[in-house]
């Protein structure tokens, strides 16, 4: 167990450094330079990149800005809002994309549970059909369309929700974004905890509990629901990627102001050291997630730790 | 057993079978594995559909920009945001070009077809704010996302299985060393990496496929990696390598055969995450620039318009979902078809 987390963690600090290493190098390539004001005569810029550190080798300039992201100094926005630090930006519109990434993870993840869990146990034509269709078009069909077609149809014909963010009404006004980004999510969950299911009730345990006269819904709640539940955190790691894309084209869709709309925005605006500093984030976030997602399938599934030996 | 009594073997001790005889054994058996893989994809009806409807996408994108009558790129100002009409059905009262206008005081039925004065004029998907032909756009877009997404998943797979069948036929050193690498690689988001290169990058078609190039090629390496592993130890391989074969005739000619159905399950998974991408990054402002359109410069147009002029964004969003899906079909047929 040590072992292998010691390896996870040294793969993690080295994508980071490595993204770091990346985010560095494409500043110095951005064209244009902080002082490109002809006002400035050659000893002025001397001054200011002697006081900006920027006329030091490239590598202690490295440093420099590695121990700044590390210490959670992002820099400064140039364009959007300027002399902003990005942390002042970050700080309201975070916990925004967080709650609804989180309420679409929830939302998915149950309805995919209930429509797998539903198929699997009592699959007749009807549920069948339903649960094929929904996967389907819930795997396939990017989230935008799913909120183009709510924002059009439940928002703008039938009324029945706001098309904009309003952060007085936050609950309701994230129905829509909401749901369109958990429907990818209740697919993948949906598929993934039928083929569990279908599984576990072909194992001999289960066969055996039968043979006992247990009744039906002891076996469901007991044996094969506890056993095919555990496996199905192992599939967010890559839905939690989904979300985050799909969040960005969302928020900015109904203007929602999380972090997604300020990378949209920073992109729109050339505001690079916003790009940046936000590439940084969500890398950051990715590393950190596939690191505990990883270590949680390593506690229910004793044989990862075995280092990926099949016996 | 002294080693007087070993049998050492000579060189006459083995003959070769008759080229034939085992080139064709060896053909039939895999000729009938790989007929048996057809039949079965093709008496599954979801797989059959979604050949189906890609088929008639593809040919919809080749010849669709051409049989409307109007260019793609053709402005045509007085024939701007002319709603949907259809010869035939125009003269029942539906797609006649009639639309209803939301207006400050109420909504408002309109014909402007008929207020031009050019009701033998037809535009079946209607024109857009420019008096472009949609139905032209449509197709040409269908058509660039399809070249976009079927360029950079042939990069994917070139470059991604050779990796993974370099890394999973080597193993050891090689093996860890490539892995690793693939590790720090696959743990940046994708979103960063294409987010970032289409900054850096002239924003064009050849750019975006070079930023899907550098992020799909991991998911192809590491599923050729597993099939190798699966399929190096199996007795055929083991048998080619005793009689001799080099290692460039068993990674063509034995392995690369075998491994093929899940690849292609995979080109059919990678092209319509191709397509997501690119309209993902017209969405955000990084797609292809202003002029030429593709399936994600329409949408993002069409939804900035979707309120006033819905019949903008729907026929795009109906094109894509239907290429996803038909994609996703056809990779669930192949799934099932090569277990």
Redesign the interface.
């Known amino acids: 167990m040590a072992g292998y987390l010691g390896k996870r963690l040294m793969i993690s600090v080295v994508t980071l450094l490595f993204i770091l290493l990346i985010l560095f190098l494409l500043l110095q390539f951005m064209p244009g330079s902080p002082f490109n004001d002809e006002k400035l005569s050659v000893e002025q810029v001397a001054v200011l990149k002697q006081k900006y550190g920027l006329d030091k080798p490239v590598i202690v300039q490295f440093f420099r800005y590695l121990g700044n992201m590390v210490r959670g100094d992002l820099g400064v926005s140039y364009s959007l809002s300027p002399n902003t630090p990005i942390t002042d930006l970050l700080k309201n519109r975070f916990p925004v994309t967080i709650k609804m990434g989180f309420a679409s993870m929830m939302a998915g993840t149950l309805f995919g549970l209930i429509l797998g869990f539903l198929t699997a146990f009592f699959g007749n034509r009807i549920l069948t059909f339903i649960y094929n269709l929904l996967t389907l078009l819930g795997i396939a069909v990017p989230s935008y369309l799913f909120a183009m077609g709510f924002s059009y149809v439940l928002g703008y014909k039938l009324k029945l929700f706001p098309l904009l963010y309003d952060f007085r009404a936050a609950g309701i006004t994230q129905v829509m974004p909401v749901a369109a980004m958990s429907l990818g999510v209740m697919a993948v969950i949906a598929r993934f905890a039928k083929a569990e299911a279908s599984e576990v009730m072909k194992s001999d345990y289960v066969q055996f509990a039968k043979c006992q006269g247990l009744n039906n819904s002891t076996i469901i709640l007991k044996y094969i629901l506890k056993n095919s539940l555990m496996p199905v955190i192992t599939v967010m790691a890559g839905l939690l990627v989904g979300l985050l894309t799909g969040s960005l084209v969302i928020e900015e869709m109904f203007s929602v102001p999380g972090v997604g709309s300020l990378l949209t925005n920073a992109i729109s605006a050339n505001d690079y050291s916003v790009v940046i500093a936000l590439s940084f984030i969500y890398s950051l976030l990715y590393v950190v997630v596939m690191l505990i997602l990883d270590l949680l399938y390593c506690l229910i599934d004793p044989r990862v730790r075995l280092g990926g030996k099949p016996e | 057993m002294s080693a007087a009594n070993v049998y050492v073997p000579v060189k006459e001790d083995f003959v070769p079978a008759p080229a034939e005889y085992t080139e064709n054994a060896v053909q039939e058996a895999a000729g009938g594995v790989r007929h048996e893989m057809l039949k079965r994809f093709f008496a599954y009806k979801t797989s059959v559909t979604g050949m189906v409807i890609l088929i008639v996408l593809i040919l919809l994108g080749l010849i669709g920009p051409h049989i409307s009558g109007h260019a793609y790129d053709q402005q045509n100002l007085s024939m701007a945001n002319l709603a949907p009409r259809v010869p035939g059905l125009a003269s029942l009262g539906i797609f006649d070009g009639t639309e209803t206008v939301p207006k400050t005081d109420g909504a408002v039925r309109r014909n402007r077809y008929e207020e031009l004065g050019v009701t033998d004029t037809y535009y079946i998907f209607g024109t857009d704010n420019l008096g472009r032909d949609m139905f032209a756009r449509c197709f040409m877009g269908l058509r660039i996302s399809l070249i976009i997404a079927l360029a950079a998943t042939a990069i994917n797979l070139v470059i991604g299985m050779n990796y993974g069948i370099i890394s999973g036929y080597f193993g050891g050193m090689t093996d860890i060393l490539m892995q ?1 690498i693939i ?2 690689i696959g ?6 990496v294409v ?2 290169l289409m ?2 990058l002239k924003p064009g078609m050849g750019s975006i496929i070079f930023a899907l190039m550098l992020s799909g090629w991991i998911e192809m390496s590491l599923i050729s990696r597993s099939e190798v592993l699966k399929v190096k130890e199996l007795e055929y391989v083991q048998a080619a390598r005793t009689m001799g074969a080099g290692h460039m005739h068993i990674i063509f000619k034995d392995i690369v055969p075998n491994i093929v159905g899940k690849l292609v399950t995979q080109i059919m998974l990678s092209i ?1 995450a191709a397509v ?1 991408l690119e ?2 990054l017209s ?4 797609g292809m620039p202003a002029g030429t359109c593709s399936l994600g410069t329409l ?1 993002s147009d069409g ?1 900035s318009n ?2 006033l002029h ?1 019949y903008k ?1 729907l026929p795009a ?1 109906i094109i ?2 239907l290429l ?2 038909g ?3 056809v990779a ?1 047929g192949l799934k099932k078809a090569t277990e």
């Open positions: 690793r590790d720090v743990s940046i988001p994708t979103l960063v987010t970032l900054l850096v319509p997501f309209a993902f969405f955000v402002g990084l949408l939804f979707a309120m819905p964004l969003a894509m979902i996803m899906v994609c996703h079909m669930e």
